[in-house]
């Protein structure tokens, strides 16, 4: 981007006189990604980043010491550099502080003897390269061979997750790399209260660094709404745009902006009327900012006395700040694949109950249900395939292969050191325990004695466990288990219905497949029967029930879900307020009279053009 110099002081005086008499310059409208709620006005403020420049790429045999030496001094110094990043994040609200630090700390444990290092170490020595061009092909090979894991069918949530791994590897690389060739670092220290930040690329270290307190918003050419500096934007609370092409470019010294985080749009130079509209929409999200903090307080019950357990989802440990600020009372779905992945050997007992203890106690008593791991054939681990745990070759059609419990039972050590470190962790808060993918009654019976004998030799070897044992429950994921929901709730503690995968099984729709992606569609008419009829099988045993996919996570949705005789729902965090707000403004009768009319229809348009019209005669 072309550098905007920081402005004079007396520039802060001529934006604000900009705000109500803006130059006439013709207003410009860029699109992007939407990853932080709210809007923005503000004069714009660009920062750029020295392009660190490799000057030497081989070097003689009898060098190799030398470059050896000089990495070391770079990994020396990048561990001084990300421990005082991470003390400076005293200075940030707490909650973006429990969000920032584990990442500070993945980059710190990768400066250590980890395979990048490693990698490194090996090029330098036998293909004689410099310590900064070894550092980057390592690091490229390494982030491509995550990347490659990217099979057809993958779920937005194992792609985000690659992603992330992938920048993770190439971030800690480019550290290296400016320390290896003493370029300078991105520097906010000029940045003018009130602005607009504009950047081609802020990375997660970057992220750390901002004051929310002085920044109006963020933008940037590149980035998306699964990395890691977009959930660090979320923590801090500052409106974001994304994925912004050519504004870096576009904006100049005096310009101002109007970010829109909810749309995901970027006004440059907007004109008085854009203005106006603008400065309405500030105050209007203000206002339902404050109304979103009460709801955090309040509980999730309709007007007529109905408690609803609302829940949220939680994939990385990074995320627990914002399930605090959404006012999800618990976690109705831990995915561990975190704990797998990115890393050579499987984590061991101890290493998996200190990462659920530590999220269990960070709950405060709330309830956890941790999902034991969920692997399937369509994406990598890394630990899995080096153990020789799993298939060499994934499965010609891997959503019906080796998958979730499939996997476990067929590896009962993996199954049972998960199990053992689960109900060590339960001493620290209520837990339960997850199954996915399962389809039949036999899977629920052999994984229980395997639960069962795991608890015994836990306790002759005088570990710490609960009495009774925590909840057995399992995911309704294939129509197979929704049809067979009234056995399973023989054997089950509990269901909880996964709304995305069931949706995917039941249409034979990959969403990932643009041909098909319109035929995807959870309102249709089959996959609420199924809904229903699994809901029903689970309340005739009196067993509790939950909805954790994306139906839950839909405000129009919940009187639906409500009138089909659902109380618990899980859902990603930034969907809580907005389904709470739901939850306090029907009763249950009335859902219940609404959902016997949708489960009469057979016609998807019919049934969503219901549900558009809830609470409005419809």
Known sequence: ??????????????????????????????????????????????????????????????DTGAESVRLDAAIAQSHKQLAKLR?????????????????????????????????????IQETLLSAESAVMKEAAAIADAIMAQAEPGLSVEDMAGLRRRSDEIREIARRLVRNLTRSPFRSFAGLPEGSILVAEALRPADAALLDPSRLAAVVTEEGGADGHTAVMLRALGVPAVLGVAGLAHAAEPGDIAVVDGIAGTVVLNPAMLTLTTARKAVTAFARERQRYARLRRLPAITLDGTAIELQANL??????????????????????????????????EATQTESYRTIVEAMHGDP?????????????????????????????????????????????????????????????????????????????????????????????????????????????????????????????????????DLTAYTLAVDRAESVVAMLYDPMHPAVLRLVQFATEAALRMRMPVAICGELAASPKLTPLLLGLGVRSLSMNASAVPKVKQMIRSVQIDACVRFARRVMEQGDPERIGAMVDGFGRGE
């Open 1 to 62: 981007m072309n550098r905007i110099d920081p402005p004079p002081p007396q520039h802060q005086r001529l934006a604000r006189s900009a705000l109500a008499a803006p130059e006439i310059r013709t207003e410009r409208l860029f699109h992007g990604i939407a990853v932080s709620a709210g809007v923005a006005i503000g004069p714009v403020f660009g920062t750029t980043e020295p392009e660190a420049i490799i000057t030497r790429q081989k070097i003689h045999a009898s």
């Open 87 to 123: 003390a400076r994040l005293a200075v940030l609200p707490e909650e973006s502080q429990a969000e920032i630090a584990p990442l500070i700390d993945a980059y710190i444990r990768m400066l250590g003897p980890s395979r990048l290092v490693r990698g490194v170490r090996q090029r």
């Open 315 to 348: 994939e990385l440990p990074v995320e627990l700040p914002l399930i605090v600020q959404a006012g999800a009372v618990g976690i109705g779905l831990l995915r561990t694949e975190f704990l797998f992945m990115n890393r050579e050997t499987i984590p061991d």
């Open 368 to 500: 956890v249900t941790i999902r034991v791991l969920d692997w399937g054939g369509e994406k990598e681990i890394e630990a899995l395939n080096m153990a020789g745990l799993v298939p060499e070759i994934a499965d010609t059609n891997p959503a019906l292969g080796l998958r979730g419990i499939r996997l476990l039972l067929r590896q009962p050590q993996l199954l049972e050191t998960q199990l053992a470190a689960i109900l060590r962790a339960s001493m620290a808060g209520p837990v339960r325990v997850l199954l996915p993918m399962v389809t039949t009654v036999g899977e629920v019976r052999a994984t229980r004695e395997i639960y069962e004998r795991v608890a015994r030799r836990l306790r002759r070897r005088g570990e710490r466990i609960p009495e009774k044992l925590p909840p057995l429950g399992i995911m309704i994921e294939t129509p197979g288990a929704a049809l067979s929901a009234d056995a399973l709730a023989l054997e089950a503690d509990f269901f909880s219905i996964g709304t995305n």
